[in-house]
């Protein structure tokens, strides 16, 4: 009897609507979490406390940055836009690249309690499951992204990068 190998049962899994399936309920997961985290920072919020307590390499930069009004707003905007991209499978691709932007930035912002335990925390495992999602076309898995890709297709490689 053949064995099969480990590529051969991934292709078949994917083939077989299981990855995508799970590829979907991951995309809006962490859709829902952006989208909540960006809406709940709307109205009386500030990172003014988070950011005047930076610690690592960029903490003067970050610290400089406590208190200021358009962060706040970038923040929450950015935030709820990421989620609400992944969440309906519209510009994956962008708003993943933007994701892990944010995420980097988090990271980087608490520099020391992040690495308390490691280098790996949520920040480096959210930044490589957007790093997924960029490369594999995860916004055509019932998603806005494969209606707007197939009927732009021929409009050019902007389109693609945007909606492939």
Known sequence: MRKHTLFERFSKCTSQGVCSSMFLVLR?????MFLYAGVTKFGDWSAAGYLAGATGPLAGWFQSLAGNGLVDSL?????????????????????????????????????????AHGLIDQHIIYIIVLMLFMAGGVGHILGIDGLVHENLRKKGRLISVLFG
């Open 75 to 115: 923040n929450a905007w950015g935030l709820t836009l990421v989620g609400a991209c992944l969440v309906l499978g519209i510009f994956v691709r962008p708003a993943s690249f933007f994701g892990i932007i944010i995420m980097i930035l988090y990271y980087l912002a608490d520099f020391e309690g992040n690495t």
């Open 28 to 32: 809006v997961a962490l859709g829902l």
